[in-house]
């Protein structure tokens, strides 16, 4: 769980001092690899998604070390991420359902939320409705946090055993 918090900490915060960001997502992205790793026994979806999350780990490193702009490689990141993290999501919330059912079932509800959302932004930020926008993206932002919140309110089997 410890190796889940942070890879969602570095993958939703930014942190920048200048132009250098102290949080960058590729570490989120490594850290969520090594997450799926971590496990015993992996899931078969943890196993089909861990790659997935080495190869936004390299996307986002190159645009952590050379900012440059493509849309369709920034469309694909964000289908592959929003999929990645979804299952990841999903397979978290299978975990903790026997002991821990109230989060599982807010990780479930806030996982939807987060691929819907980021599909009405897609389909929406292009048309320029400013205020439309601002409240996408303030609703994006509230997803995340509490994502960020749900994840790190889940305790670990040893603090649920003992």
């Not at 190869?55 to 289908?79: C, G, K, R, S």
């Not at 026997?98 to 479930?108: F, G, S, T, Y």
């Not at 599909?119 to 997803?143: E, K, R, T």
């Amino acid at each position: 769980m410890k190796y889940l918090k942070w890879g969602i900490l570095f993958t939703f915060l930014d942190f920048y001092i200048g132009r250098l960001n102290l949080l960058p997502a590729f570490v989120g992205m490594l850290i969520l690899y090594g997450s799926l790793r971590s496990h015993e026994e992996p899931t078969p979806a943890e196993g089909r998604v861990a790659p997935l999350f080495l190869v936004l780990a390299a996307d986002y490193f190159l645009h952590w070390i050379w900012q440059f702009e493509n849309a369709v490689e920034e469309l694909i990141a964000l289908a592959v991420s929003l999929y990645a993290l979804y299952v990841l999501f999903g397979e978290v919330a299978e975990r903790i359902r026997p002991a821990q059912p109230d989060k599982a079932a807010r990780l479930e509800f806030l996982r939807a939320c987060m691929v819907v959302l980021q599909c009405v932004v897609f389909l929406v930020s292009p048309y320029g409705i400013q205020a439309l926008n601002f409240l996408l993206a303030a609703l994006v932002i509230a997803v995340c946090i509490a994502l960020i919140v749900a994840v790190c309110g889940i305790r670990t089997q040893e603090a649920v055993r003992g």
